[in-house]
């Protein structure tokens, strides 16, 4: 009886498997580039590709990481990088509150999947619906462990090709800068949302010209949350419908 189950139990993973992985394929696209440029980076700074593994592992927190690159070198600054970390991944509090019915009775493989929850995973899960016959909660803890083992994957290749590759790797650091650069561009097509982005823009003006390039980043965060919570009305209306949908 036992290895009946056993078999039935692997056979539902089987499935769940195989009706997740095609999901997650742009998301293997991207977190192998942005994770190579995540281990190569700490490569650059001096950090054995263990290190950054055990970075992604336990934070597997994306542009966080890259931030957190400049707070290892740097000044010791606890309060800074707790802030910080706070003010960027805030929205994983709203991703897991419009997740709670969706792993509701999934058992102890709820705590997997809160553990793993990213934007990539939250955009596929919130959206799709495994298909007939295919165990939801299997299904939604594959989507979650592949995502986490493509960005595991790429940081670990970014490790080790940075410590074999001898090449100039000044500027590698930019990759930040350019990832957020894209995000605006996406952002940007939508004509309802530039008024936003200007809004934000003139915020970071602002507090570089007030507390200079050193300490600027959390005081602008600060203030652009302020002015998305006092638009809000405002931005909801003119938010595109499908958006929302």
């Known amino acids: 009886m036992n290895t009946k189950l056993k078999t039935a139990e692997r056979l539902e993973k089987s499935a769940a498997f195989r009706a997740a992985f095609p999901h997650t394929v ?7 580039v942005l994770g190579i440029a995540y281990g190569w980076l700490m490569q650059t700074k001096g950090y054995h590709v263990g290190w950054a593994l055990l970075a992604s592992a336990c ?6 990481q890259f931030v957190t690159v400049t707070f290892l070198t740097s000044a010791f600054d606890p309060l800074s ?12 509090i709203f991703y897991g509150i419009s997740m709670l019915d969706k792993f509701k009775g999934l058992g102890r493989i709820r705590f997997f999947l809160i553990f793993w929850l990213c934007d990539e995973s939250y955009s596929i899960e919130s959206g799709t619906e495994p298909p007939e016959g295919v165990s939801q909660k299997y299904f939604y ?9 493509y960005w595991l994957t790429g940081t670990a290749l ?3 090709i940075g410590g074999m590759v001898p090449i100039n790797t000044q500027g590698l650091d930019f990759a930040l800068t350019a990832l957020f650069v894209v995000m605006l561009m996406e952002q940007w097509k939508h004509r309802e949302r ?7 823009g003139a915020a970071t003006a602002l507090m570089l010209a007030l507390f200079g390039p050193d300490r600027f980043v959390i005081p602008a965060m600060g203030l652009i949350l302020v002015l998305l919570l006092g638009f ?7 938010w595109p419908e499908e958006e929302s949908s």
């Open 26 to 32: 742009p998301v293997l696209m991207g977190f192998l």
């Open 59 to 64: 934070c597997f927190a994306g542009s966080m």
């Open 81 to 92: 990088a707790f802030v910080m970390s706070l003010m960027v991944n805030a929205r994983h």
């Open 141 to 149: 803890f594959f989507i979650s462990l592949l995502d986490y083992s």
């Open 158 to 160: 970014g490790g080790v």
């Open 194 to 200: 530039r008024l936003l982005c200007l809004g934000a």
């Open 232 to 238: 809000r009305p405002r931005i909801e209306k003119a």
